[in-house]
Nanobody
Framework: QVLLVESGGGLVQPGGSLRLSCAAF????????MGWFRQVPGKERDFVAS????????YYEESVKGRFTISGDNAKNTVYLQMNNLKPEDTAVYHC????????????????WGQGTQVTVSS
């Protein structure tokens, strides 16, 4: 069992940056594959980025490649999502998820979720 708590969201202008954090409490997050997803009202939770626990391979949704970076700090039991050059279409609630096994781009494959943090990109 693991509890995930996201933070770091907020209001930022287009072109700006934010760093989201996802702190894991309970079992060490290094034993899970971790993913970041985002959701807007009325739509499904969409994949953003993930890191595979077995080999630290990272994966990104096409529209965020080159702008977002997923990373982790095992000592702090925290995974991050650095978001640069933010665009209005990045506006969403961002959730981190954890799953046993290899990383996945399907939200249904994740066993644990945080409550989410709002990111709003607007001038």
């Amino acid at each position: 069992q693991v509890l995930l708590v996201e933070s770091g969201g907020g209001l930022v202008q287009p072109g700006g940056s934010l760093r989201l954090s996802c702190a894991a409490f309970g079992r060490a997050f290094s034993t899970y594959s971790m993913g970041w997803f985002r959701q807007v009202p009325g739509k499904e939770r969409d994949f953003v980025a993930s890191v595979n626990r077995s080999n630290n391979s990272t994966y990104y949704e096409e529209s965020v490649k080159g702008r977002f970076t997923i990373s982790g700090d095992n000592a702090k039991n925290t995974v991050y999502l650095q978001m640069n050059n933010l665009k209005p279409e990045d506006t969403a609630v961002y959730h981190c998820g954890a799953r046993d096994g290899t990383s996945s781009q399907d939200a249904q494959d994740y066993h644990f979720w945080g409550q989410g943090t709002q990111v709003t990109v607007s001038s």
